[in-house]
């Protein structure tokens, strides 16, 4: 621990904010914060979509609502610049997404229709993704 201060004082928490309310009716399966950005937020959801948000300044906000998948997204992945997420879905489908704007990239099917359970860029090469599906 840093100088003289106890586990709890490091882990001190000063509120609690609700980013997430636009997903109540599906879950949440993962929430990362961007590559040294530590107030730029996503979350993927079953509902199809991936909420980007801003922590600060000011109040928490949802920025903007990406959609298009016709199915739950169950991963996503950051770029290393921060100008790309990736989205693997359980419609069969990965996309590629301008997170500044909302914009669709990219839609690629899986070559079999099965579902996507997990994706990833490579940490160097943001022009390689990878991709697992469901057997």
């Not at 621990?1 to 106890?6: F, I, L, N, V």
């Not at 997204?73 to 921060?82: E, I, K």
């Not at 997990?118 to 469901?134: E, G, I, K, M």
Request: aromatic share 6%.
């Amino acid at each position: 621990m840093a100088g003289d201060t106890t586990l709890s004082e490091n882990y001190a928490f000063a509120g609690v904010y609700h980013v997430f309310d636009q997903h109540t009716e599906s879950a949440v399966p993962k929430v990362q914060f961007a590559h040294d950005d530590r107030h730029l937020l996503a979350c993927c959801s079953l509902d199809g979509t991936i909420s980007v948000c801003r922590l600060a300044p000011g109040p928490p906000a949802v920025l903007r609502v990406l959609r298009g998948h016709g199915g739950g997204v169950a991963d996503f992945a950051w770029s290393l610049s921060n100008d790309v997420l990736v989205s693997a879905s359980l419609d069969g489908t990965l996309r590629l997404w301008a997170p500044a704007d909302g914009r669709c990239i990219r839609r690629v099917p899986d070559p079999d229709g099965a579902a996507l359970l997990c994706c990833a860029f490579q940490p160097l090469n943001n022009n390689l993704t990878v991709v697992s599906d469901a057997p």
